[in-house]
């Protein structure tokens, strides 16, 4: 064997490779190259993100399908056996022509039911094919009583005319119910048969089909009730169906009066009224308040139990119940029990409110939360000094104060700020937010230019004449674009720092801070007692949670007995129904809702003009306070003259709290189109309101009230540039008179295009003024100061007080 030939190598370089740095930190470019042509994989962090075998896939369809049984049955079961309770259905007229009794009667002759209906009444009838019972609440063809109808309903029969169609007042109907909120609906119509030829009937019915599903899309289909077999699949889902309910309506516990009971005994206050009916929504509890619509609030003197005699009866045979026994008492008022008070009491009320404002002469307008320019302090009140112990007076004139920066009124942002960037801070140049200029200069900043020049005022003639013809034009522009809605002109005459004295002036409308000191004396009655809330989300959680508990338990039929019922509620119509009110839902805070026009509204809505909302279970007139729905870092939001349609603000007003986000219905008196009534109508106006003619205008929702929520209502002072030398400008037609130039000498000029300056001092005495400003003005700009008051809310009055 030939001996091993070693073959020698020689390397191919000479460079010696060395490990790679591996980075975790890699730049961008590396990354792709390494993951070039690789199909990225979503990773999934959560747990319910992550893959879950067949296995598990189906046990969590099979859980889920076992609690909504769960939750069905739940719904179900005070439905259920002989003594449960019944459904409610409303039936609802949408044309003047529609018979309600006769729909009753083809809806009971259908399941072989005979019982007599009427209606003016509610009925009860038992239906034995499907072990249920049915209660009829018939409707009349009037706004406010459907409204009190549906929102006691489990079904809401709709009941569509087949000759007449359905005209502005029963599409008004719609939206309201549909606001207010509505549980299960079913559509009918009636008088399909009388339809000829018979081959229409369909073309007519599939046209009713399309009207209600803009409303109601989950409506399938529209029975009709001249078929019998029509009629009992009507009858079959009212009585198998499980409704969906309000979800404002059973987070409380609430209850349809049956019957109602005065005490014989007289006086202008009469205890023991008794309001019979079963209890549905949540447990009803002797210690919180009840609001009967129509009536008021009032408190619970006990709860009994009420049975249907047939249910008693039976019982009692099996027991033996000795006859002369009372009834039951199921619950009773402890010391938890709610008071009728709306408001704090006096004694109650916090300790700064001791502290009054020093009534001193101030030399200047009030801007953020200091005043500015005076160059006499002699009308301020000396600042203590910083002595060592055992100075005299004479010694003290030795020692300089100690002041430092940090009292600055130009202060620094602190870094906690940064977590603001999710507030509303942007703005326009009269809220005083302007773009950054790297050329901005300041107020105190040097200038290349003289401080004074020789200025001679016009002649009286010359300079009124001038003024006339340059309000013309600007009156011309703000009707073509709506430019300055916020614009006032003052009279020659009239002196800006009396005329605009609750003024203030803000550095920025979104993040400079309001002193709510200077509005201690113009508050509203009792502004300081209402109820305040510092974390409505975890109070609102607690008092829901607290309903769960307790009480008398839904589906028992009880009698409520009522102390401090006023006699003249004796004339009244029997109450259709009955709230429980959660805890503190009687105290009036500050409520504000979410607010918007019907589509149908063309002419945009009046701040403070009287109206009409439906709140939950109340009705209420108020005077809304207009403001911007914006989140802003200090709280202050622009007062909205006008609430214009296809826009949202929020109204506010005093009245009582409602926990949750409860829909909310705004109703406006119908202007009267005759012209002979016009005059005494205006003058009635505001003496009487008339329920049966109002109109649905706007929907909203209830948001989180806040006391501290500043609503500022806007004036801008706008002004000519007069003379423009670079960036010093003389202006004029803001001001008349030197005085009131400096008493607003500290507020900062904006111009329509996005400058900024500061008004540097007075020419003459006829209110010319030179300014300096951040860059070079265009002529045909226009000059501006924005100053702001505040506008608190005005008290509203529960709609029984105001039509009694």
């Known amino acids: 064997m030939a001996p091993t030939q070693t073959v020698h190598h020689h390397r191919s370089t000479t460079k010696t490779s060395h490990k790679p740095y591996k980075s975790k930190h890699a730049s961008k470019g590396a990354l792709k190259d390494i993951n070039k042509g690789k199909v990225e994989r979503g990773t999934r962090k959560t747990p319910h993100q992550q893959l879950m075998s067949k296995l598990d896939r189906r046990n969590q369809a099979r859980q889920k399908q076992q609690l909504k049984h769960q939750e069905k049955a739940q719904a179900n079961s005070i439905f259920t056996g002989a003594n449960g309770a019944p459904r409610h259905v409303a039936v609802v007229p949408l044309s003047a022509d529609i018979d309600v009794a006769a729909i009753l009667r083809s809806l009971n002759e259908s399941v072989d039911v005979s019982a007599d209906v009427s209606a003016d009444t509610i009925s009860r009838v038992r239906i034995d094919r499907f072990r249920q019972s049915l209660q009829y609440i018939p409707a009349k063809f009037d706004l406010m009583g459907a409204l009190d109808v549906c929102r006691m ?7 569509l005319s087949s000759e007449v169609e359905v005209e502005e007042h029963g599409e008004q ?17 009636q008088g399909l048969d009388k339809i000829n030829p018979p081959k229409r009937r369909p073309q007519v019915a599939s046209s009713l089909k399309s ?25 079959r889902s009212l009585c198998t169906a499980t409704p969906k309910g309000i979800r404002w309506r059973d987070e409380r516990s609430w209850m349809l009066v049956e019957e109602m009971k005065w005490p014989e005994a007289t006086g202008e206050v009469v205890d023991d009224v008794v309001l019979t009916g079963i209890v549905r929504g949540k447990g009803l509890k002797a210690d919180r308040l009840v609001h009967i619509p129509g009536w008021g609030d009032f408190q619970i003197d006990s709860i009994t139990a009420a049975p249907l005699p047939s249910a008693r009866g039976k019982r009692d045979d099996a027991m033996n119940v000795d006859e002369n026994e009372g009834p039951q008492v199921l619950d009773v008022p402890t ?9 704090a009491p006096e004694e109650i009320e916090m300790e700064e409110d001791d502290i009054s404002v020093a009534d001193t002469e101030r030399k200047g307008v009030l801007l953020d939360d200091h005043h500015y320019f005076s160059d006499d302090d002699s009308h301020l009140p000396a600042r203590p000094k910083r002595l060592p112990k055992g ?6 004139a030795w020692f300089i104060d100690d002041v430092s920066d940090s009292g600055s009124d130009i202060e620094e942002e602190e870094e906690g700020e940064d ?52 309000r013309a034009s600007r009156r011309k522009e703000a009707s073509d674009d709506l430019e300055f809605p916020d614009e006032i002109e003052l009279h020659p005459n009239v002196l800006a720092r009396e005329r605009l004295a609750r003024f203030r002036g803000l550095k920025n409308f979104k993040t400079s801070p309001w002193e709510t000191a200077e509005d201690r004396p113009h508050e509203p009655e009792d502004w300081r007692r209402l109820l305040q809330i510092v974390d409505y989300k975890g109070s609102k959680n607690r008092t829901l949670r607290e309903a769960l508990i307790g009480g008398v338990n839904p589906g028992i039929r009880v009698d409520v007995h009522l102390r401090g019922v006023p006699s003249s509620l004796r004339n009244r119509r029997q109450p259709l129904s009955l709230f429980s009110l959660l805890r503190h ?4 805070t500050v409520v504000n809702v979410n607010m918007h026009l019907n589509s149908s509204v063309e002419e945009p809505l009046k701040s403070k003009e009287e109206l009409v909302v439906q709140c939950g279970p109340r009705r209420l007139v108020v005077k809304p306070v207009f403001s911007a729905g914006d989140n802003t870092p200090n709280n202050v939001h622009k007062f909205d003259r006008f609430l214009h349609p296809g826009r949202s603000a929020i109204a506010t007003w ?13 109703f406006k008196s119908k202007q009267n189109q005759d012209p002979e009534l016009l005059d005494s109508a205006d003058a009635d106006a505001e003496a009487q309101i008339d329920i049966d003619n109002l109109e649905l205008i706007g929907k909203g929702t209830v948001v989180a009230p806040d006391q501290s929520r500043v609503v500022a209502k806007r004036a801008i002072l706008t002004g000519h540039p007069y003379k423009i030398h670079k960036r010093i400008v003389t202006v004029r037609y803001m001001f008349f008179n030197a005085e009131d130039i400096n008493w607003f000498k500290a507020l900062q000029l904006w111009t329509r295009r996005g400058r900024s300056g500061y008004i540097k001092e007075s020419l003459g005495t006829h209110g010319y003024f030179k300014a300096t400003f951040d860059g070079k003005l265009n002529p045909q700009d226009s000059i501006g100061i924005s100053l702001y008051k505040r506008v608190f809310p005005r008290k509203a009055r529960a709609l029984e007080e105001v039509v009694a």
């Not at 309903?153 to 009941?159: G, I, K, N, Q, Y």
């Not at 010391?335 to 408001?343: P, Y």
């Not at 839902?585 to 009036?588: A, D, L, N, S, T």
């Open 153 to 159: 309903a489990d079904f809401v029969v709709l009941a």
């Open 173 to 189: 109907l719609l939206r309201s119910i549909e606001g207010q909120g509505i549980s299960n609906v079913v559509a009918v119509v």
């Open 211 to 235: 009207f209600i599903n803009h409303f109601f899309p989950s409506v399938e289909k529209v029975l009709s009730v001249d078929s019998r077999q029509e009629c009992s699949n009507v009858v």
């Open 335 to 343: 010391a938890d029990r709610d008071d009728l008070a709306t408001v």
């Open 391 to 396: 100075t005299s007076e004479y010694q003290s």
């Open 419 to 470: 977590e603001a960037m999710a507030m509303d801070t942007a703005g326009n140049p009269e809220d005083g937010v302007f773009p950054d200029r790297q050329d901005a200069m300041t107020e105190a900043g040097p200038s290349e230019y003289p401080q004074s020049e020789m200025f001679l005022d016009p002649a009286p003639e010359d300079e009124a004449e001038q003024l006339e013809e340059y």
């Open 585 to 588: 839902e009687h105290k009036h």
């Open 654 to 666: 005093i009245g009582p709290l409602t926990w949750g986000a409860v829909p909310v219905l705004v």
